[in-house]
């Protein structure tokens, strides 16, 4: 009844796509469209709710349509309801805020038809049970989301980055054809159970390889990772945040799914692979963050580096399963799964965030903002909650899953195998310096946008957004203090799932007292997230009524006092460059071959010096140049024969008579 | 049927093999033509023979065909028609007589190769009409490939089609062998005029004289 | 009508149809002939669907024709409703004088005549005659702008079309010789039910040599790659709606014929396997066709490129072999021809409200014309092979099963479809995408074929009617 | 009655942390000034600092945000749960299962988070500059932190601190190498958060030097007091941790006896006190680096605790 049920929205959001068509023209069709899209992904968020909270069985259902002989399987079950909530809770979130955000797009025919049918695809792609539908859907959501993409057409990047991100999505179907042609066999069974049936016992590495190209793809990992930053800028606002936040959790969804649950038992040198890949995604990601000016391109750089911590907690989870270790292994997926879980909230938050900015002072790039937290103070607060978060700070949930990943990792010396042995800690060291190098990353971000003196007359009159988008980004907001300070509510709902793929889950947390949470065993290592929260309140509460109690509650307004210098130009303040230049000099010289030019004018002249930084990105220039370098230069080769005369074409011809003859000559 | 009809078509057959390497010997367009007529003359004669062989009244209309259209009309078409166009004199081949030679040599020995591996009990009269049909069609199409000039290709192209029209009549009891071979003369009547229609002098892909590669599908 | 039997229908209407048109002279009235004569036939090609008749020594209908024949009179069908509205808007700018456009029609019908007395051909020599006479009807109505280009690409197309012709017939009399020492002198050894039963006792070398020839020949007429020169230039400077019908249905049809070799091929054991020939002859068309796609500069020269591409494709699906990879084979055949027929009515009328057919200068389609625009996004996404149109299905079905079966072969596919794809959406977002140029005039001729086409398309993408998966699964069978 | 008896301890530990903390900062002054030849402050000066600061008037930035005006509340607020979390003078503290090691790292982040975010408040260079080598000293010193907290984790099985102390109480651990360099890193990862002499120079205000009196420059009066407690209480509180887990001696067990609380109590201020000096002598006989060493200087850091965490995982009995 439930499968039928999301089935069925899924259907109406389709619908509600068309439907968007015919109403192109008209002024409500941004409120019509969005609203129902957020009723409907409710509907689907409490049905999957439901199904996961009561641990119902999985339902499956068959559709005619689809391949003819194997027709169009659906599936329901804990995995697919935990996604489905993911899905749909960013999925809702965004569509509550594009009913703010909505009136500011241009061109809204574009988006408004290709929205509802981007979220069906997902939803479709998590229900998915056969390889056929799987795959048709994956690539449907990635159709929408291109046209999404390339709703603003006009500007050059943005088609360019379209045309990446469609390249770089089918090459990831390619991948995962293939890799369900090797896992469905010739005779051509797809449907899921038939493939589960089959799953040879030992595990076929190809499959990993090219799920790992497939879903590694979508998801961000470092070699393929480079259209994301490309693509999910490019978007508007709260599609860049269903793209963040919720595609690459499908992406994740469906490396689960195929090689968790479908192939057979994994190899310890597969879980390795995975960690090592999480953790140097990771700190690529993070490092290229730290780089960039524009506000999207930042969260984007950031995403890779959630998906890299999320990755690093599925490696372990593998690595344990290979060594038979279940609960070791339902911590790890637990920590993976929770991860992914809070990404979806602040990431969509912090793009809510960078889309209210963007509608108020028409800019994305840092260094022409500055003291919007005098102008908008709501989502000032909402992007400082998403900030913490993100940097993974005690109260707030970014640190929760990030506590449970050390503590995977703290499991890992029973692991017997040598390279296991020697790169879980490596990982580990990898995952603490992303960690801290994120947070300095938002401390750039928040600071040099939201604090300080406005660089720019457009920051200067930014006005607060409308009342949706304030609202959306104050319930992610909540809902990130919540999962945080409550983390034992979300580790018992994914009890399920974890339970349905590593076969083993982590002990209750909801019945130890005062809420805090124990991964193994109390002995080991425990956290209560609502205690730290009450006692720093309580403590700087306390602090404040003394302070104000006994010592002086006088306040005088001076101009800063910057150890004398009198100069008000705001030109003076620390900008996004040179924030991150210490950390530039650090790790940039390896990474990015960076390169610093200084031209001083010469004494008297008049000019002003000009600092010029030069940073090379070595994944683009050493994989995906070379290829389109390759791929020019045949075409080019082979633009001749396009040009040739009559006569060489009918050599051509005969060579290729001759040829068969002399083959049938030999042959026998 | 054994004995001397079978030499005899078996003879005929080996004589156009032989006339289609002359062709390849020529370099002087007019002594070209005049050895298609004779190749036109030898494939008649082979047909009438095949005729009277199976005692096919049909094959006699082929046999005609060949003789009046392709041994008489259409030479001396092409022969008025290269001296309006002036291109009587040269005769330019992509490759030295030598190793077209040589090609044509090994074309056949291919051929033979490949058509005489048919096993013992297809009778051998087919048997070695079609290894010299196929001899005679990639002599035919080596032609086309090696001459640079349209009526030297021309020439080529039918000289295959007279191959074409000896392995048709080498299968006894085939119908549509007439039709074919109105069919293809009608198809040659078609190329003859176009040449003449777009004045091709020089190669085959320049439709007219002052053309000289000035387009050639989105030159760059 | 169960008296009349709907096959004679199907072969006398465009006869009949060429005749009358060949008398008369105005457009108007000869363009609404040619659609009604379409139409008649088309109806009469769907009642083949109720009655059946039986295959006699000259004509034979069965699962595999049976769908072609009406794929061919209803993309005809649909193609003559287009060329009707594109020829008058042409004969308005003045690119074409009535004088030109003489025998345009009859032509037409000439043409779906060849191609379906070819479907339906029982004997190879009729086949044979009725793929000529389909070709030399292009030919001329290739030629029919009498530009220079036009001709050059006729006259190509003339020269390289009579060197196939030569192959084919003279494969088609090596099938008749193995033939007829078994089943004996005359028409029967020429009749394809008869030489399907008894090609097992047929002598294995002179087939071999037979299918090379026809592979040859008829291969010229598909477009495979060492073969292909005369397509590109045919399709760009012929008129448009005689590129929906190459691309469309002559490609099909000499496809067909191939297949129809082919059975003969694997029902005898000793023969040589045609299976590496072709899954050779596809790979290089597919990878040969994608990388020029990148180079090309005219918009129907660069789709005449992607139907090499996709004919590359096929032919690799029947020379895997196999229940799935021939169910796949003529599954994408059906939808190439819907979906390519689809995107050169959009081509079509992008050049006429654009006046070019330069890549170059057509950009912001979606802008400027956003039904032709999206309609062409969504005829390029599904020649791609996108989801969730039909090409998709049978791609996956491909490439999952090469992929299992052969992994090796399956590296050139995914290389040869990944380059493809990149081109032609490096260049679709050239022209549907960007700043707006060229002029805005509104498109007369009508939409309804290309969104028809299109909607029969994506409806496959999704759900197979029963019966024709049925046809195709079967057919895949005896394929072998 | 427990829980009263647990609730008074907890509560003495925490005022107990808030008392001494300026007292230690005084003692170290104190020990430089003798070093150098000059009488120096008294020890208790730093109350007397703080007493002054609060009585002040807080002068704000004309563009100072309300974020601005929070920050010093909540940077004292978890620098001081921090600082009450680690164990003094007894182990096995009520709140200490609310937050183990890597949580209290975490907290001190947080506190740091704010601490940089209120230095770019104001949108002046010299709080940009604080910021900006405070991010790029944690960057590393973070990891360092947690490679170390891995060392100690994977020897006494378990995040907790009071659980690490016991076990270190009990010797059950030994000598072990990854202790060792556990220790030195922490030592390293200490001097840098703490912003002591050869990573930054507190007593100074010269721009091209100052980490972290940059951030808290444009702070005055009951502001800044707060900040310099925070601060001196963050000293306080990683001379605990090294006291408490590799100089664990006399800290009191679970809820033992009174006279046990006092021992543990005399030998934590016994262990301040050395700390203290040895602090002092370590600052004044080296020199400020470079900026741009510390990298090299904390990269160490981290290869130790990375090196110390590679050999634990290798075999036990590294």
Not at chain 2, 191 to 214: C, K, P, W, Y
Not at chain 4, 138 to 146: D, K, N, T
């Amino acid at each position: 009844m439930a499968l039928g049920f999301s089935l069925w929205c899924a259907a109406a959001l389709l619908a509600l796509g068309v439907v968007a068509v015919l109403l192109a023209r008209n002024r409500f069709a941004t409120t019509i469209i969005y609203s129902a899209s957020l009723l409907l992904t409710l509907a689907l968020l409490g049905n999957a709710l439901i199904h996961l909270i009561t641990n119902a069985a999985p339902e499956t259902t068959i559709l005619p349509l689809g391949l003819p002989w194997v027709g169009a399987h659906f599936r329901l079950d804990a995995l697919a309801a935990a996604f489905l909530i993911l899905v749909n809770l960013g999925a809702a979130g965004a569509s509550f805020y594009g009913l703010g955000y909505g009136r500011h797009e241009i061109s809204p025919s574009r988006v408004l038809p290709f929205y509802p049918v981007f979220l069906a695809g997902m939803n479709l792609v998590v229900q998915a049970d056969d390889a056929f539908s799987f795959l048709l859907s994956w690539e449907f959501m990635s159709l929408s989301s291109w046209a999404l993409v390339m709703a603003h057409h006009r500007v050059p990047e943005n088609r360019h980055a379209g045309y990446v991100y469609i390249l770089m999505a089918s090459f990831g179907t390619l991948a995962l054809i293939l890799a369900f042609g090797l896992l469905a066999g010739p005779e051509g069974n797809y449907a899921f159970d038939a493939i589960r049936a089959r799953a040879q016992t030992q595990g076929a590495w190809p499959v990993l390889m090219l799920v790992l190209i497939g879903a590694g793809s979508k998801a961000g990992l470092v070699p393929l990772h480079v259209w994301l930053p490309l693509a999910h800028p490019a978007a508007p606002s709260h599609v860049s945040a269903l793209m963040s936040g919720v595609m690459t959790k499908v992406a994740v969804y469906a490396f689960v799914r195929i090689l968790f649950d479908l192939s057979g038992s994994p190899d310890w040198w597969w879980g390795l692979m995975v960690l090592s890949i999480g953790g140097g995604t990771a700190v690529m990601g993070v490092l290229h963050a730290l780089m960039e000016q524009d506000l999207k391109r930042v969260l984007a750089y950031s995403t890779i580096e959630n998906i890299g911590i999320v990755f690093v907690g599925l490696g372990l989870a593998m690595a344990f399963q290979a060594n038979a270790l279940p609960d070791a292994a339902a911590l790890a997926f637990t920590a993976a799964l929770f991860h992914a879980f809070n990404h979806t909230l602040f990431k969509s938050l912090l793009f809510f965030g960078a889309g209210a900015v963007l509608s108020a002072t028409g800019e994305r790039n840092m260094e022409h903002l500055g003291g919007l937290i005098h102008r908008m103070p709501v989502t000032t607060i909402a992007v400082l909650t998403g900030c913490v978060a993100i940097s993974a700070l005690p109260p707030l949930n970014g640190f929760a899953s990030e506590w449970l990943t050390f503590q995977a990792i703290l499991l890992s010396p029973e692991l017997p195998q040598w390279g296991l042995k020697i790169m879980v800690p490596a990982n580990g060291a990898l995952l603490a310096l992303a960690a801290a190098l994120a947070a300095a990353c938002f401390i750039r971000l928040f600071g040099v946008s939201f604090l300080g003196r406005p660089r720019k007359p457009v920051a200067e009159q930014a006005h607060e957004v409308d009342i949706w988008s304030r609202t959306a980004m104050a319930i992610f907001a909540a809902l990130c203090l919540l999962a945080g300070a409550l983390p034992g509510f979300v580790i018992d709902a994914l009890a399920p799932v974890v339970q349905a793929v590593t076969g083993s889950h982590m002990p209750a947390q909801t019945t130890i007292d005062w809420f805090s949470i124990v991964p193994i065993a109390a002995s080991r290592s425990s956290y209560n997230g609502l205690l730290v929260l009450l006692f720093i309140a309580l403590s700087a509460a306390l602090t404040a009524y003394l302070v104000h109690l006994f010592a002086s509650k006088s306040v005088r307004r001076a101009p800063p006092w910057d150890c004398g210098f009198p100069d008000p130009r705001p030109v003076t303040q620390y900008s996004a460059g040179s924030f991150s230049q210490p950390i530039r000099r650090v790790f940039g010289t390896l990474i990015f071959q960076e390169r610093e030019q200084v031209f001083m004018p010469p004494p008297g002249d008049m000019r002003p010096a000009r600092f010029h930084v030069e940073l090379r990105d070595l994944v683009w220039e050493f994989l995906y140049a070379p290829i389109s370098g390759a791929v020019s230069v045949t075409a080019d080769r082979l633009n001749v024969l396009q040009f040739l005369t009559i006569r060489r074409y009918l050599s051509l011809v005969f060579l290729a008579l001759v040829s068969l003859l002399l083959v049938l000559a030999i042959w026998s | 049927m054994h004995g001397l009809a079978f030499d005899i078509a078996h003879l005929l057959a080996g004589g156009l093999v032989l006339v289609s390497l002359m062709m390849l010997y020529q370099d002087r367009l007019p002594a070209l033509i005049n050895v298609f007529a004779l190749h036109a003359i030898l494939l008649a004669a082979s047909v009438t023979w095949q005729a009277n062989i199976q005692h096919e009244p049909y094959l006699y209309v082929t046999a005609v065909i060949a003789l009046g259209f392709k041994g008489f009309v259409i030479p001396i078409a092409l022969r008025r028609m290269i001296v309006r166009l002036g291109i009587h004199r040269e005769i330019e081949t992509v490759v030295g007589i030598g190793p077209t030679m040589l090609a044509g040599i090994a074309l056949v020995a291919l051929a033979m190769v490949v058509m005489l591996r048919v096993t013992a009990q297809a009778d051998p009269l087919a048997r070695e009409d079609l290894a010299f049909a196929l001899s005679v069609l990639l002599l035919g199409l080596l032609m086309m490939v090696t001459r640079r000039n349209a009526v030297g290709q021309v020439l080529g192209f039918m000289s295959l089609e007279n191959g074409l029209i000896l392995a048709a009549t080498g299968a006894k009891g085939m119908p549509l062998v007439v039709e074919i071979s109105v069919a293809f003369s009608v198809l040659i009547a078609f190329i003859v005029i176009g040449i003449f229609l777009f004045r091709i002098r020089e190669r085959f892909d320049t439709v007219d004289i002052q053309a000289l590669d000035r387009f050639r599908g989105e030159r760059p | 009508m169960t008296m009349i039997n709907p096959l004679i229908l199907v072969l006398v209407i465009p006869v009949g149809a060429a005749a009358i048109l060949a008398l008369i002279a105005n457009y108007r009235i000869s363009s609404r002939i040619n659609v009604l004569a379409s139409f008649i036939t088309l109806l009469a090609a769907l009642s083949l669907f109720i009655q059946h008749p039986e295959p006699d020594s000259y004509f034979l209908v069965d699962d595999l024709n049976i769908v072609f024949i009406v794929l061919n009179s209803f993309v005809g069908f649909t193609t003559s409703v287009f060329s009707a509205t594109y020829i008058a808007h042409e004969l308005e700018i003045g690119r074409l004088t009535p004088a030109y456009l003489r025998f345009y029609h009859a032509m037409y019908q000439v043409m779906m005549f060849g191609m379906n007395l070819a479907l339906v051909a029982n004997n190879i020599g009729l086949m044979w005659v009725a793929i000529e006479m389909a070709t030399l009807a292009t030919i001329l109505m290739v030629g029919i702008y009498r530009t220079h280009e036009a001709l050059e690409a006729a006259w190509k197309y003339f020269i390289l079309g009579s060197v196939g012709i030569a192959f084919a017939l003279f494969g088609t009399i090596l099938v008749y010789m193995a033939a007829e020492p078994v089943i004996g002198q005359g028409l029967q050894s020429m009749v394809w039910t008869v030489l399907i039963e008894r090609v097992a006792e047929f002598d294995p070398a002179l087939l071999n040599v037979a299918f090379i020839f026809l592979l040859l020949g008829y291969g010229t007429k598909v477009g495979l790659a060492p073969l292909h020169a005369w397509l590109p230039d045919a399709h760009a400077e012929g008129p448009t709606p005689i590129s929906a019908v190459l691309s469309g249905l002559l490609l099909n049809v000499a496809l067909y014929a191939v297949l129809r070799f082919k059975m003969l091929m694997a029902a005898n054991p000793a023969a040589i396997a045609p299976g590496p020939l072709m899954v050779t002859m596809g790979l290089v068309s597919l990878v040969f066709a994608a990388f020029m796609l990148y180079r090309r500069r005219d918009i129907k020269r660069m789709f005449a490129y992607s139907s090499i591409e996709h004919m590359g494709i096929i032919v690799f699906a029947f020379g895997m072999g196999g229940p799935l990879a021939n169910f796949a084979g003529l599954l994408q055949m059906t939808m190439h021809s819907l979906t390519k027929s689809a995107i050169f009515f959009a081509v079509g009328h992008i050049s006429q409200v654009k006046g070019t057919q330069k890549i170059s200068e057509i950009h912001g389609l979606t802008e400027t014309h956003p039904v032709l625009g999206w309609g062409l996004v969504l005829g390029v996404v599904a020649i791609a092979g996108m989801p969730p149109l039909g090409i998709f299905m049978s791609e996956f079905l491909v490439v999952s099963s090469t992929f299992s079966r052969a992994p090796l072969l399956a590296i050139p596919l995914v290389l040869g479809l990944m380059v493809g794809f990149g081109a032609l959406l490096l260049r679709l977002s050239g022209f549907a995408f960007g700043e707006p140029v060229g002029s805005r005039a509104p498109v007369q001729a009508s939409y309804v074929p290309m969104f028809a086409h299109l909607a029969l398309v994506f409806v496959a993408g999704i759900y197979l009617p029963p019966a024709l998966v049925a046809w195709f699964q079967h057919v895949a069978s005896i394929l072998g | 009655m427990v829980l009263i008896r647990d609730l008074a301890v907890q509560g003495v530990q925490m005022t107990l942390v808030l008392l001494l903390a300026p007292l230690l900062t005084g003692i170290v002054r104190k020990v430089k000034a003798r070093l150098l030849r000059r009488r120096g402050p008294p020890v208790i000066q730093p109350y007397r600092d703080l007493i002054r600061l609060m009585r002040k008037e807080a002068v704000l930035a004309v563009n100072a945000s309300w974020l601005f005006r929070a920050v010093p509340y909540l940077v004292f607020a978890a620098t001081w749960v921090a600082a009450a979390l680690v164990p003094t003078f007894a182990t096995g503290l009520l709140f200490s299962w609310s937050a183990d090691l890597i949580a209290i790292i975490a907290l001190l982040g947080s506190a740091r988070f704010f601490l940089a975010l209120a230095g770019m408040d104001v949108g002046t260079s010299f709080g940009g500059i604080g910021s900006s080598r405070e991010a790029m000293i944690a960057s590393l010193a973070e990891p360092a932190m947690i490679m170390i907290i891995f060392v100690l984790a994977l020897i006494a099985g378990s995040t907790q601190l009071s659980i690490i102390a016991e076990f270190m109480l009990s010797l059950a651990a030994g000598l072990r190498v990854s202790l060792g360099l556990a220790l030195i890193a922490l030592i390293l990862v200490a001097i840098a958060e703490n912003s002591r002499i050869p990573v930054d120079n507190p007593a100074t205000h010269l721009e091209l030097t100052m980490v972290h009196e940059a951030m808290v420059l444009e702070y005055s009066g009951r502001h800044l007091a707060l900040i310099e407690l925070a601060a001196s209480l963050k000293l306080l509180l990683y001379m605990s941790l090294i006291a408490c887990v590799f100089v664990p001696w006399g800290l009191a067990p679970m809820d033992s006896a009174w006279e046990a609380y006092a021992l543990g109590g005399i030998a934590y201020l016994g262990k301040l006190l050395c700390g203290g000096v040895a602090l002092a002598i370590f600052e004044t006989s080296i020199a400020k680096m470079r900026v741009f060493r510390v990298p090299a200087f904390l990269g160490a850091a981290l290869m130790l605790g990375l090196l110390g965490a590679l050999l634990r995982f290798v075999s036990g009995s590294f």
